[in-house]
């Protein structure tokens, strides 16, 4: 099945230390030629907060899969009709601008989807309709037509399979699965495998629940089903994509890892920050909420490294809102501090892979609108996968601190990550380091680079909302000019705005910027 132009990967993805900076916390100076600092001024005067930045050059603290920034695909796109709208030429441009990534096919739908191997059920006779395979049918074409996109877009594929096709002792009845696998296998397909999607759920979706004991063994057999298929007899199986990690979820949990823990590649859950159907633009700007991500992380790490010490963990499912989102505040420049907070803090945390849901039309969590149209969001994860790389690098800072009233916590709200610049970027060397930060006050802040990073050309990528809509804008502008696609076939050229060596960073207001520091020859950094 041709694609819509030649398919050659994207670029890759990444990101930085859990080591969030903030202009209210200050950290021990790691310099010794640091200068002291002034005295704050007193409450009420804005102060222009000068924070001394260094990073580790010589090892990096984390290396996570250059397949970090991955994307998901709804299985509700399907109530659009079959998949064809995938053969876009822009679609796919759009795609590829973020391969290398996994692509999750998988939702809420998934576990009432079935395998038809029909090319045309319309034409079936003694059958229900077209309509009835839309909805409740993942058939031949459809199938075809969802690898394809895949495959041109330098995209790997990872498929869930419906876990609810249940036997009588509450078994799992893989007959309807060994039909998409044989399907697959005969057009070679080269596909991941997971089972159901968010199986907590379950009582709430059908009235009958599946406990983590009874998932680890439908695990189990799956995995038997793989290695009886010689396409993917070594193909990676990933699971069990459970939710928010409260107490009946780490109960599912602990008993899925018990069973099959050695059985998947990787262990995955889900997270989404509010409730999209009560959110504000203000609900993206609070610390509270970004930090909320941090407890989970914690809790799902417990149980994993209980079970099975070092095995790779995925965030599967990650969103502003949950609901679909919400229009005008989930698809706005606002949500992208929750996005950029999220890439930076589960790279430091050591999260191998972070899975974006969703990439097209579902809600108002997605990259690109059902118009084919790039959103904020996008055009933050183009510019992380065109400048961050696998490395993960720790940060040292020394700034001003504000003294905390009593009973009042202060939160960071200037966020700095940093990673080695991405390998597949050709404008610059091996060696150089990318910082990515979050300005969440509502004052611009400034920035010294220190150490091996003081008196070095820096290239700034600052992206603001573009437009009178503000944070609520879905348009955006790098360095000044608005992002648009060129055509259907060519993204823009994301140009820098270079800095002269030496220049303190100035980080306007409610901002999320990028800042390549050229030529460091950083030790950790000079090899892949």
Request: proline share 6%; hydrophobic share 40%; aromatic share 8%.
């Amino acid at each position: 099945m041709p694609c819509p132009s030649s398919c050659p990967p994207g670029l890759l993805a990444l990101m930085a230390p859990g080591l969030a900076l903030m202009a209210t916390f200050s950290l021990p100076s790691q310099a010794g030629d640091r200068r002291a600092l002034p005295v704050e001024k007193p409450p009420g005067v804005k102060g222009r907060t000068l924070i001394l930045l260094d990073v580790n050059t010589k090892s990096p603290v984390r290396i996570i899969s250059e397949n970090f920034l991955s994307l998901q695909l709804d299985p509700s796109i399907i109530h659009d009709g079959w998949l064809d709208f995938l053969s876009s030429r822009r679609l796919v441009t759009l795609a590829r601008g973020l391969a290398p990534a996994f692509l999750r096919f998988a939702g809420k739908r998934t576990d009432f989807l079935q395998f038809h191997n029909v090319k045309n059920p319309a034409k079936s006779r003694g059958g229900p309709g077209p309509d009835y395979y839309l909805k409740n049918y993942e058939d031949a074409r459809s199938l075809d037509k969802l690898y394809n996109f895949a495959d041109c877009s330098g995209l790997h594929l990872i498929f869930a399979l419906n876990a609810l096709r249940r036997n009588p002792n509450n078994s799992w009845n893989s007959s309807n699965a060994l039909s998409l696998l044989k399907y697959s296998a005969s057009k070679k397909y080269n596909i991941s495998w997971e089972l159901g999607n968010e199986p907590n759920n379950y009582r709430t979706l059908i009235g009958r629940s599946v406990n983590g004991s009874q998932l680890g063994k439908d695990y189990i057999q799956l995995r038997s089903l793989l290695q009886l298929i010689r396409t993917y007899s070594r193909a990676n199986l990933y699971g069990p994509n459970i939710g928010r990690p409260r107490k009946n979820v780490i109960t599912l949990l602990e008993g899925f890892m018990k069973v099959a823990g050695s059985t998947v590649d990787a262990v995955t859950w889900q997270h989404y920050y509010i409730d999209g159907r009560v959110a504000k633009v203000t609900d993206f700007l609070k610390t509270r909420l970004l930090d909320t991500l941090s407890d989970q992380i914690r809790k799902i790490q417990k149980v994993v490294n209980m079970y099975t010490p070092g095995k790779k963990i995925w965030l599967e499912g990650v969103g502003a809102t949950s609901a679909g989102g919400m229009n005008n505040l989930s698809d706005s420049y606002a949500a992208g501090f929750l996005w950029l907070n999220t890439l930076g803090l589960l790279a430091s945390q050591g999260i191998d892979v972070v899975v974006r849901h969703s990439f097209l039309d579902h809600g108002h969590n997605h990259l690109v609108d059902q118009n084919f149209n790039p959103l904020p969001d996008y055009w933050l994860s183009l510019l992380y996968k065109r400048l961050i790389g696998p490395k993960v690098l720790a940060i040292h800072v020394a700034g001003l601190q504000r003294k905390p009233r009593p009973g009042r916590v202060i939160r960071d709200k200037l966020r700095i990550y940093a990673h080695c610049t991405s390998y597949h970027n050709h404008n610059y060397v091996r060696g150089s380091i990318t910082l990515y930060i979050i300005n969440l006050h509502r004052s611009r802040k400034k920035i010294k680079l220190a150490g091996t990073l003081r008196d070095k050309i820096v290239h700034q990528y600052l992206l603001q909302p573009y437009g009178k809509d503000g944070l609520h804008s879905k348009l955006v502008q790098l360095n000044g000019q608005p992002l648009a696609m060129v055509d259907d076939g060519t993204l823009p050229e994301l140009k820098p705005r270079p800095l002269r060596a030496g220049r303190t960073l100035v980080i306007p207001p409610l901002t999320m910027s990028f800042y390549v520091v050229k030529n460091v020859n950083a030790l950790a950094c000079r090899y892949r």
